[in-house]
Nanobody
Framework: QVQLVESGGGLVQAGGSLRLSCVASGRTGSSSVMAWFRQAPGKEREFVAAISWSGGSTYYAASVKGRFAISRDNAKNTVYLQMNSLKPEDTAVYYC????????????????WGQGTQVTVSS
């Protein structure tokens, strides 16, 4: 089992930036893919971005491509999500997730989840 702890959320004005971090502990060697999801009030959890173990492959939802960047530092067991040009519709709780399978945009394909960090973008 992998334990995940997110940080870096907060309140920012539209057009601003935030960087989220997710630190993994436990059986981190068994997880190959790391991802970020988000969930807004009254909506389903949606895929944001994912990154392969090596960091050589990244994947993004169409709504964030070109504005967000996912990266990882395996020496620190940490995954980052740099969010630029934030919009009010980016407001949500952001979750870090880990998977022993391949990349997927489906939440149930992920084995471990963090507790989430709130991101609020004001207009």
């Amino acid at each position: 089992q992998v334990q995940l702890v997110e940080s870096g959320g907060g309140l920012v004005q539209a057009g601003g930036s935030l960087r989220l971090s997710c630190v993994a502990s436990g059986r981190t060697g068994s997880s190959s893919v790391m991802a970020w999801f988000r969930q807004a009030p009254g909506k389903e959890r949606e895929f944001v971005a994912a990154i392969s173990w090596s960091g050589g492959s990244t994947y993004y939802a169409a709504s964030v491509k070109g504005r967000f960047a996912i990266s990882r530092d395996n020496a620190k067991n940490t995954v980052y999500l740099q969010m630029n040009s934030l919009k009010p519709e980016d407001t949500a709780v952001y979750y870090c997730a880990a998977s022993r399978r391949g990349v997927s945009s489906i939440p149930r394909e992920y084995d471990s989840w963090g507790q989430g960090t709130q991101v609020t973008v004001s207009s």
